[in-house]
């Protein structure tokens, strides 16, 4: 038997420590074990009512009931809570990391995280800031699975001097746990994650309230009509509030920036629409198809019609078609 | 045996004319074959190719080169092409019309179709416009399928003084396609569906525009981290070119008004980004959530987080786990 092969089953990190058990918390949770990434794990949660449902759960060998003590020994410390809560978790856990620890977390933000994380940790410890770039609109323990991260990508920004070995073992981490790895600088990382993930969450949610307030048009009529395109937008905008407040509480320049970007190239289109600019809007119809078509060749999308939606819009039963009368 | 009962095997219209055989044409063919709707299936399409298609497809009884001969000694006759090229069908089929015939559409703007529509058409025929809230990303008569309109909505939009009987054929008929049917005022269509489709898609156009011409972040990087949030955009940006273009060049007021209220609140959150101000942002995305609840309940919607795509993201191949050397 060649040695690789045997080493494989070797777990990456003793002992895992998740802080906050929700959709990404609960999914490390199931993915490290599925894949045997860690030998024992530890987590604990904010709310009683989240660490008994972790426990009823069976997502970790062991739920503790503060921060600290889920640090306490731990090889690896995944914080999983919302952006603007990081900071308060890396004072209560400091105390209590072991030297050699590695510290990481699940932020979609990472310069206010490196920002708010790393004047608490001491230097016998490696911070290695990772985001995973994935999830769905629910939220909570309930709602992870262990192939959350299969075939996503997970950004890891290390600052300037994070020993490269504890970089590598998150990385590996990660790759057990299904996911790509690709190491950016926190800055980049804002504003790519500005335009692919946190703009298009901020006009998502912005539509759907515009769609609930009008007078003209009845928040049933919305409803009801809503398989014209405007359902798609109320996925994301049905995302958890509190993570998203903190994104943009703590991603604010380049949401901005990004912002502006899609402000001018609206008013151009506005401008296109209220000048009969045929041209412009059929030219700019036709670039967007390719981005999409890249999308699901690289596996970052179902090529199906309509996302796969199960019978093709006919989620709830199908209606007995109904029976008509003479033809008249 | 009930009388009732036979009859309810009875087409409601003899013979069918599609004109233009895409999405929704070649759906509409489906389902009304596949529910004895009508009794007999013309179809006609601009390019041969799709003529060819049509029959190769077995779509249609009878397949002809002009939309005159499509209209010949039709009972029934649904233009389905995009809404700019509607006005000039109208009068190419207007002299081949028999007396009583009904005429209907699928076009997504309503007001510009009667505007288009109806002055070419003879007294003695019924003029139904109609609009189906259904469709995917997808083109062609391939792309079609029988259950697309079940459960969905179709809206009618019949001018002042249409025959009453012809309105209740026309709702039989898509009724019968398994759709849910309601008469409305054209303007009030425009506005509906302003907010419910055409607004979403310009702004998933233009979003997808954005992220394709950015300087600080490449287009190879928008595709590959698309996961969080982007590529949920780039679905509705995936849809015809030409139909969209028409859309927004037919309902322009509509549009305009509901792209001023989503940029009005737009601004308002642009502001509490710059302002910090975290309870604005988290009332919103409260409030949202309901919405899509809603959506659900009434069966518009899957419930299935992330849209019930395959395997929770894992489209391709669900990558072998890497094997890990050592956990050092």
Redesign the interface.
């Known amino acids: 038997m060649e040695p690789?092969?045997a080493?494989?089953a070797?777990?990456?990190?003793?002992r895992l420590a998740i802080i906050g058990v929700g959709l990404i918390g609960s999914s490390i949770a199931r993915a490290a074990r599925a894949?045997g990434a860690v030998r024992t794990i530890v987590a604990t949660a904010r709310s009683p009512e989240t660490r008994r449902r972790v426990v009823e759960l069976g997502l970790a060998d062991q739920v503790v009931d503060s921060n600290a003590a889920a640090a306490a020994g731990a090889d690896l410390v995944i914080v999983c809570v919302p952006v603007g809560a990081c900071g308060a978790v890396a004072a209560e856990i400091a105390p209590k990391l072991k030297a050699g620890a590695v510290v990481s977390d699940v932020g979609?933000v990472k310069s206010a995280i490196i920002r708010d994380m790393a004047p608490h940790l001491p230097k016998q410890v490696h911070f290695v800031p990772a985001h995973p770039?994935?999830?769905?609109?629910?939220s909570g323990p309930d709602?992870g699975?262990a192939?959350?991260f299969?075939?996503?990508?997970c950004?890891l920004t290390p600052p300037p001097g994070t020993d490269a070995?504890a970089v590598e073992?998150v990385r590996?981490f990660w790759?057990?746990l299904?996911a790509n790895v690709?190491i950016m600088d926190p800055a980049?990382h804002d504003?790519?994650?500005a335009?692919?993930?946190?703009?298009?969450?901020?006009?998502?949610?912005?539509?759907?309230?515009?769609?609930?307030h009008?007078e003209?048009?009845t928040?049933s009529?919305?409803?009801?009509?809503?398989?014209?395109?405007?359902?798609?937008?109320?996925?994301?905008?049905?995302?958890d509030?509190?993570m998203?407040?903190?994104v943009?509480?703590n991603n604010?320049e380049a949401?901005?920036e990004?912002?502006g970007?899609?402000?001018e190239?609206?008013a151009a289109?506005?401008r296109a629409?209220?000048m009969?600019d045929?041209k412009t809007?059929?030219d700019?119809?036709?670039?967007?198809?390719g981005?999409?078509?890249?999308?699901i060749e690289?596996?970052?999308?179902?090529?199906?019609?309509?996302?796969?939606?199960?019978?093709?819009?006919?989620?709830?039963e199908?209606?007995i078609?109904?029976?008509?009368?003479?033809?008249?």
Request: net charge positive; aromatic share 10%; proline share 5%.
């Open positions: 690789a092969v080493e494989a070797k777990p990456i990190f003793e894949q979609s770039v994935a999830g769905t609109e629910q709602a699975f192939e959350l299969q075939n996503r990508w950004i070995r073992k590996r790759e057990a299904g690709e980049h504003l790519t994650l335009i692919t993930s946190h703009v298009p969450h901020l006009i998502a949610y912005n539509i759907v309230g515009t769609a609930a009008l003209q048009v928040s009529e919305v409803i009801k009509f809503s398989a014209g395109g405007f359902r798609d937008f109320t996925r994301i905008a049905a995302s509030p509190t998203w407040r903190d943009f509480l604010r949401v901005l990004m912002l970007r899609f402000n190239d609206l289109l506005t629409i209220r009969g045929g809007l059929f700019l119809f036709t670039r967007t198809r981005i999409r078509r890249s999308i690289i596996g970052q999308e179902t090529a199906e019609p309509d996302f796969g939606r199960r019978a093709h819009g006919a989620e709830t199908a209606p078609p109904k029976p008509y009368a003479s033809g008249d």
